[in-house]
Antibody, heavy 119, light 110 residues
């Protein structure tokens, strides 16, 4: 059974960097049939896909246009996990952040991390 | 405002059949699969329907999905109180190269 365990701070100051990690058990971040995404949810923006990383003989990253200039998603094969970094955050980035597995659709979700951007 | 449009709310009485619509456009629903998720309060979404009309194992056959052109719908038959939840459609958008979600439909069982 595949499980995703998220970790990271729940409070980030404006203009700083939001960093979250998602540890994978029961699958591999290097799987050639999976993709690893970050998705967030807020009352104002609903569910919003932020981006994904996946391996198909080489690593690929795809990012949502809304955050493309500020986001980095990195795989860590040594720890079988992947991470999210979102730079220059504002209160608009306050949301519940989920990591997720899915190539065509999301079939496994992390538990969610509530991140508040506030001074 | 979501690119995939869902009604904000739907309701029905126990035993009834309800449908939830999802309207998109050519680069998303018109050219790729639609997936449906159910979200109970305080939990992560869970996939109900994938690839327009496929149910994962463990999902009741009371849930069904369909797609036509640039629209899709989720039908729930034999409505039960435990079906009260938020429902979201999703599709890949080829022009944006990213996943899109609908705004969600809150289902109330009266």
């Amino acid at each position: 059974q595949v499980q995703l365990q998220q970790s990271g701070p729940g409070l980030v100051k404006p203009s700083q960097t939001l960093s979250l990690t998602c540890a994978i058990s029961g699958d591999s971040v290097s799987s050639k049939s999976a993709a690893w995404s970050w998705i967030r949810q807020s009352p104002s923006r609903g569910l919003e896909w932020l981006g994904r990383t996946y391996y198909r003989s080489k690593w690929y990253n795809e990012y949502a246009l809304s955050v493309k200039s500020r986001i980095t998603i990195n795989p860590d094969t040594s720890k079988n996990q992947f991470s999210l970094r979102l730079n220059s955050v504002t209160p608009e980035d306050t949301a519940v952040y989920y990591c997720a597995r899915g190539q065509g659709w999301v079939d496994v979700w992390g538990q969610g991390t509530t991140v508040t951007v506030s001074s | 405002q979501s690119v995939l449009t869902q009604p904000p709310s739907a309701s029905g009485t126990p035993g009834q059949r309800v449908s939830i619509s999802c309207s998109g456009s050519s680069p998303n629903i018109g050219s790729d699969y639609v997936h449906w998720y159910q979200q109970l309060p305080g939990t992560a979404p869970k996939v109900l329907i994938y690839r327009n009309n496929q149910r994962p194992s463990g999902v009741s056959d009371r849930f069904s999905g369909s797609k036509s052109g640039t629209s899709a719908s989720l039908a729930i038959s034999g409505l039960r109180s435990e079906d009260e939840a938020e429902y979201y459609c999703a599709a890949w958008d080829a022009s944006l190269s990213g996943w899109l979600f609908g705004g969600g439909t809150r289902l109330t069982v009266l």
